[in-house]
T-cell receptor
Framework: ELKVEQNPLFLSMQEGKNYTIYCNYS?????LYWYRQDPGKSLESLFV?????AVKQEGRLMASLDTKARLSTLHITAAVHDLSATYFC??????????FGTGTSLTVIP | KAGVTQTPRYLIKTRGQQVTLSCSPI?????VSWYQQTPGQGLQFLFEYFSETQRNKGNFPGRFSGRQFSNSRSEMNVSTLELGDSALYLC?????????????FGEGSRLTVL
């Protein structure tokens, strides 16, 4: 079964700082997705990465994909409080069966 | 356009009862999938339907079932509820075509089993 690991599980960072969340997965896949979840809410799509070397940026978030290393990163630049949420990566096993990581709970401290 | 709509949003049941959850996908989307989210197990795939056919099923007992109607709306049913079935059940839709495979999630149905 495809395994998806994220680290760290919990991240507390100060406003203005940079940090990276890592997502490793166990089998070959060219599709990786990042989602955000606020407490008590649903999953909001952030990035869709569809090929090796793909890089997407939106505001203070940038995601990249290295399919050879089976690694995706979500980089946070100059964090602000509004970014506090849980972030999930997910890998598509074809047929719309997503395997999700454990999630990274991010808290941005003023 | 309207997003994925799930009903009911919250419900409380007792052990042994059954429950039916409903999901209306984004207009034009023909694929609907269901996920269970719990603090202990995280997000786990239940099943996926496309054009009224179940294409994929996750590792859940037969008490969990689903179906999809001709208008792409989907329902999932859990029979003989157990305490461990308490979870947020998320429905997601996608077009079922093209390269992205992106899933769009509804707000979820939060089930509490007492």
């Amino acid at each position: 079964e495809l395994k998806v690991e994220q680290n760290p599980l919990f991240l507390s960072m100060q406003e203005g700082k940079n940090y990276t969340i890592y997502c490793n997965y166990s089998t070959t896949s060219d599709r990786l997705y990042w989602y955000r979840q606020d407490p008590g809410k649903s999953l909001e799509s952030l990035f869709v990465l569809l090929s090796n070397g793909a890089v997407k940026q939106e505001g203070r978030l940038m995601a990249s994909l290295d399919t050879k290393a089976r690694l995706s990163t979500l980089h946070i630049t100059a964090a602000v409080h509004d970014l506090s949420a849980t972030y999930f990566c997910a890998v598509d096993n074809t047929g719309n069966q997503f395997y999700f990581g454990t999630g990274t709970s991010l808290t941005v401290i003023p | 356009k309207a997003g994925v709509t799930q009903t009911p949003r919250y419900l409380i049941k007792t052990r042994g009862q059954q429950v039916t959850l409903s999901c209306s996908p984004i207009s034009g989307h023909r694929s609907v999938s269901w996920y269970q989210q719990t603090p202990g197990q995280g997000l786990q795939f239940l099943f996926e339907y496309f054009s009224e056919t179940q294409r994929n099923k996750g590792n859940f007992p037969g008490r969990f079932s689903g179906r999809q109607f001709s208008n792409s709306r989907s329902e999932m049913n859990v029979s003989t509820l157990e305490l461990g079935d308490s979870a947020l059940y998320l429905c997601a839709s996608s077009s079922g075509w093209g390269a992205t495979g992106e899933l769009f999630f509804g707000e979820g149905s939060r089930l509490t089993v007492l």
